[in-house]
């Protein structure tokens, strides 16, 4: 019978459920960004713990940094001392986790990364990253916006404003770098007018786009880093009146997916946070087995629009 151990961001105590972990089973501890800050990452953490104790082999530690480095850190000195089968980790800065995780390999542990990779330089202590291909989201995301622009008629003149996500993370700094580095490729003269981070939250994001909506009397396009932000850069612009502005994300919430609805808000990237946090635990079983796992193992993002937005469930998130 499954044990499952959570401990939650303020929490001192472990919560566990009934039933010891047989001799065949696996020990399997998660450290997670900040599950509190967005939709995404709380569908997670529920989808990993339906999804660890339905597995009669797995007993699971689920930790949370609450978006602080030096809590996931200790988190993971606290796994190791565990003596975990394997760790999963959700980093919450790529470069400052690479000594835990260093560490841990040092120890015998397997590391598998989730959603966001560590940078390259901890490469060497993973078995294995599992998640989404964050560069080709910001791709992707890029040859939305200058679909809609070709479409529009002003792809030699439209001006874009940039929301990342949070500054020293993985995934922000990827899904970045996709876009910009193909919104040249396909639309050569379209003009990035201004980059700020939104954190990957809504009301930072919405006070972002305020400042830009005041700084640039012409803007035709926004590329937020999820919709969770593109939807406070979208609330900003309401209130201020400025209607016809191209909204594009990189990762499909219900509130982008409702604003798609409205007509509001243009195109995303549809990702599953169950799919996400199932495919971390079984690319850790995986690797306790011994299988053959790729050690960049992707799941499909593919593209969302208003054009095409039927074929898609709207998310849970």
Request: glycine share 8%; aromatic share 8%; net charge negative.
């Amino acid at each position: 019978m499954t044990r499952f151990t959570l401990v939650a961001t303020t929490a001192v105590a472990a919560l566990a459920f009934a039933g010891a972990a047989t001799a065949e089973s696996f020990k399997i501890g998660i450290t997670q960004n900040n599950v509190g800050v967005d939709s995404y990452q709380t569908t997670y953490e529920k989808a990993f713990i339906a999804a660890a104790e339905a597995n009669a082999d797995v007993e699971a530690v689920v930790l949370d940094a609450g978006g602080d480095v030096a809590r996931q850190i200790a988190q993971m000195e606290d796994l190791i001392q565990q003596e975990v089968d394997a760790i999963i980790i959700w980093p919450t800065n790529g470069e400052a986790v690479i000594p835990a995780v260093r560490k841990a390999h040092k120890a015998g542990i397997p590391v598998i990364v989730t959603n966001s990779n560590i940078a390259e330089a901890g490469f060497p202590f993973v078995k294995s990253f599992s998640g989404p291909d964050n560069i080709t989201q910001g791709s992707r995301s890029a040859e939305i916006m200058c679909d809609k622009f070709k479409a529009m008629g002003i792809e030699n003149e439209a001006k874009v404003a940039h929301i990342t996500g949070q500054p020293g993370y993985t995934t922000a700094i990827e899904r970045a770098k996709g876009f910009e580095d193909r919104l040249p490729e396909v639309c050569p003269n379209v003009t990035v007018l201004d980059t700020q981070p939104g954190d990957w939250n809504r009301e930072k994001s919405q006070k972002v786009m305020e400042a830009f909506l005041v700084k640039y009397d012409d803007i035709d396009g926004v590329y937020a880093g999820d919709d969770n932000m593109g939807v406070g850069a979208l609330n900003a612009a309401k209130a201020a009146g400025r209607e016809g502005i191209i909204f594009v994300g990189a990762t499909n919430f219900a509130v982008g997916y409702e604003a798609m609805e409205r007509g509001e808000y243009w195109g995303s990237i549809y990702q599953s946070p169950v799919d996400d946090a199932e495919a971390a635990l079984k690319t850790a079983l995986d690797v306790l087995n011994g299988m053959d796992v790729p050690f960049l193992n992707y799941f499909d993002t593919p593209k969302i629009t208003q054009d095409n937005q039927s074929n898609f469930t709207k998310p849970v998130f």
